[in-house]
């Protein structure tokens, strides 16, 4: 305030002061007192960490990106069998292989017995006391399960061994095992006879009716139901069919052409029940000569249509 009053004294001695330029002179004033205040402020510190470096890191590249320039060796199969040539249902197979490594043996793996596109795979060789050897041996099941077993007459399985080494590189070898059934056929893997079997009458899954057989690989069964008196070859042909001999009735001890009824309700209630206990009697045999007089009616063993 002391320079407040001066000032309005040294306007009125001179006469010359007027209220802007006193205005200006009052702030020039004011920042002289006061403009140093800032400038002894804090200086701007910059004491964070230095971001924007780079860390230095100048390794060079990755030296094991080099090509595999190595002078690594496939193995060699020396020599791959079986020990039989062929096997049935209930046998087995045993493969041995002998495999070497240019690199050493210790640089074999291993290796695997597969099918020749490589989609099935039987197993993992195993390797035997003899360095360098290894065996397999599977079943005719386990080589039913990776592919079905079925065939009429004889097959053949065509195996492929293939072994690794550490690098990666592999060999392949190739055998052919017969499979065989002395049935003729089999079917899902099961050796069937396709000439009587029942469930593969004349093919695998061709089942005959449960009363009726198979012979010849064709089913039989039962005729309808008739009255006693003609032969069982007039009865089947009578339906377009044949007789045969391989129908099988309550007994099962002997094949029969013929079933006998006390009436045609008791045949048709319930038809392949019928008795045949009283004769052996075949397709051709002459009228039927009833030894029961009660028998009126009869159910003859005829081909399917
Ligand atoms: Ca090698």
Redesign the pocket.
Known sequence: MKYMSVLRRLCKVTRFCKRRVFAVVLGMIAAGIFGGCGANGPASSDAGPDAGQADGDTDNPDADSQSDSDT????MILSFGTNVSDITEGESVTFTAVVS???GID?LIGGALKSPDGTVVYGAFATSAQEGAYTLTITWNAVDQAQSIEFTGEDTRTFLAEFF???G?TVVEQVTIQLYCDTGAACDGKCVDLSTSSNNCGACRHACAVAGGCSSGACYEWSSCTEVGDTCDDICASEGRTCAVVCFGSDLTAPRAVLHYMDINACISDPGSGSSLTSVRYCDEPVFVPAFPFWTVEQCCCSTP
């Open positions: 690594n060796e496939p193995p490594d240019p690199d640089d080494d550490i690098s590189h």
